[in-house]
């Protein structure tokens, strides 16, 4: 008796934390995502723009930042493989007629001789002020590739 006693008690805990758990970790309708992307191999930065999408087809605002390597791909005219069957231009330019933002390092673009005029359009060329409003606003989760 004792032992179905302990047993009934440890299986209402689990319910009870299992249901606390699922809870907790619910989709927030209101977060955004940071997608903070230094890679532009086609693999890497394919994920990295898929999942972007998918948060921002789910209503999630959704700000991806281009750095390192990553900054060609917001460039017109670079030549890419294909993920999913489109290059990560397009993608990106997917995301941005969708509603995205997307921001290119500045320091970056230098180190790859690229300008404003390089850019995509909707692409913009990230200051300290606008990465960082939106690097630590409480609503956007980071996510790095």
């Known amino acids: 008796m004792k032992n179905q006693f302990i047993i009934a008690i440890a299986v209402a805990m689990a319910v ?12 927030d309708p209101n977060a955004g995502l ?6 532009g191999d086609t693999g890497m930065a394919g994920h990295a723009l898929v999942f972007a999408g998918k948060a921002l087809k789910r209503g999630h605002p959704v700000v991806l930042f281009l750095n390192h390597k990553a900054v060609l791909i917001a460039a017109e005219g670079v030549p890419q493989t294909s993920y999913q069957g489109m290059t990560l231009t397009d993608h990106l330019t997917a995301l941005i007629t969708d509603g995205a933002k997307v921001i290119v390092c500045q320091m970056c673009m230098k ?12 692409a913009v060329r990230g200051e300290p ?13 980071v996510m790095s590739w």
């Not at 940071?34 to 890679?39: A, D, M, P």
């Open 16 to 27: 009870i934390f299992g249901a606390a758990s699922q809870s907790s970790a619910a989709e």
């Open 34 to 39: 940071f997608v903070n992307l230094t890679s």
């Open 111 to 122: 180190m790859h001789g690229m300008t404003e005029a390089h850019l995509i359009d909707g």
């Open 129 to 141: 002020d606008l990465v960082q409003g939106y690097f630590f606003d409480p609503i956007y989760k």
